[in-house]
């Protein structure tokens, strides 16, 4: 009888602590804080690799949000605004070449697809960030 009381006491301790850890969902600023590696871009079907370009976005509370994009084809610096709308669902950047509204077609911590229309149809790219 004594060890089935240990063993629930531990177990409800344990319920307990493994609730309290657990994190509560990121807002969508929160996730994009920081650098991002340009994995893709595609453009008329055809896909290519990252060529060492990255995007960063500052930590940001209420937006418009600061960033800057950085080009390695032409080793240049550019920075940006940039604020989440349609309840989440474009990413509005404004002030570089990453200029325009983007649609979110994937978001999580470590990975980030966009995309937008050009005219040469969509451009869309892909971005991932270490952990």
Do not use: H, R
Not at 5 to 18: E, G, I, N
């Amino acid at each position: 009888k004594n060890f089935l009381s240990k063993t629930l006491v531990f177990s409800l301790l344990w319920v307990c602590v493994s609730c309290s850890l657990t994190e509560a969902p990121k807002t969508p600023y929160e996730k994009i804080d920081g650098k991002w590696s340009l994995k893709s871009v595609e453009v008329l079907a055809i896909v290519s690799d990252g060529d060492g370009s990255t995007i960063t976005f500052s930590d940001c509370d209420s937006p418009p949000c600061q960033g800057d994009a950085f080009d390695a084809d032409d080793n240049k610096t550019e920075n940006f605004t940039y604020e989440f709308k349609e309840d989440d669902v474009i990413l509005s950047i404004t002030g570089s070449a990453m200029l325009g509204e983007y649609d979110i077609l994937n978001f999580s911590n470590t990975y980030l697809k966009i995309t937008k229309p050009s005219i040469l149809g969509n451009i869309t790219y892909e971005f991932i960030k270490p952990e």
